[in-house]
């Protein structure tokens, strides 16, 4: 009798430490930067040189999968008395994401052999977190940090993982991943990445609203200043106060005429230090104006 009663008491123990799943899978999925693409990588990889002895990049681009499943989340029921309105916060350890999807597109395209993933860490998670009604599952709301790491063979193939922020609106997952450019271990450096899908599972239940994407869009202004004009040589700064994605260009014009402006120097990516640029000027130069532009055309600033 007694190991009866044992038996019916640890069951009951297994139940209420029991963890809820909630699948993050669905049927539609965007992103928020308007250039159609869900990962992009600006620089990863090249073509050869170019006349002016720059590396011509292939931009390596992936739309967002629209039937995805990016992980799951999980919660203690036993933590719920079901009953009217309640929230539970989140944790970083309650999500399993799984973007292995993109990594693999990334590796094939490079025909790279072996299993690549992504290891996806989130941290500082503010917000109510998972919203409930009479125990059922009503919606998630919560921004965090989030780090974001290609691997192969489960070993990070950056010196260190690119940052950004997750913001949860109604369920809406909206990644931005890419502040800061990072050194890959294949030799190439101050690459940059964009990760920026949009995408609600349907857990959470209705559409997503293109409205919300378009919010978060990436915005990255370059700002541009003069720092020092010598007999052959003017010195730069070109500073990025929000660093994003993609390639940016440096520009002079003698005249600010629409055809007279031309490239100077190699394509550089945004970054959060200061980058200094020493251009060559000649004496018959009576005037030089500078512009920073962005090959998304995104931004532009002049000097």
Known sequence: MKQVIILVLLLTLEFLEAETTIMLKGSEAVE????????????????????????????REYDPIKNFNIGSLSYDEAQLSRSGEETLSVTPEAFAFDFNS??????NELAVIGTCGVDVTLSNIQGPGLSFVDGVVESLNFTADVSWSVTLNGFSQTAAPYTGKLTVIEGTFIFDVGDDPQNWF??????????????????????????????????????????E???????????????????????????????????????????????????KISEQDTSMFYRVESLAGKAAVNQ
């Open 32 to 59: 928020a930067s308007g250039n159609g693409k869900a990962l992009r990588i600006a620089n990863l990889s090249g073509a050869g040189l170019d006349a002016d002895g720059c590396l011509t990049f292939i931009p």
């Open 102 to 107: 993109y990594a693999q597109l990334l590796c």
């Open 186 to 227: 294949v030799g190439a450096s101050e690459v940059s990445l964009e990760f920026d899908l949009v995408a609600r599972p349907d857990a959470f239940g209705g559409p997503i609203l293109p409205a919300t994407a378009a919010s978060f869009a990436v915005k990255t202004t370059p700002a541009l200043k003069i720092m």
């Open 229 to 279: 004009v010598g007999d052959t040589e003017v010195s730069l700064n070109v500073s990025f106060p929000d660093p994003g994605p993609g390639l940016f260009r440096l520009m002079q014009s003698p005249d600010l005429s629409s055809n007279s402006w031309t490239r100077v120097g190699c394509d550089f990516v945004a970054r959060s230090t200061d980058r200094l640029l020493t251009v």
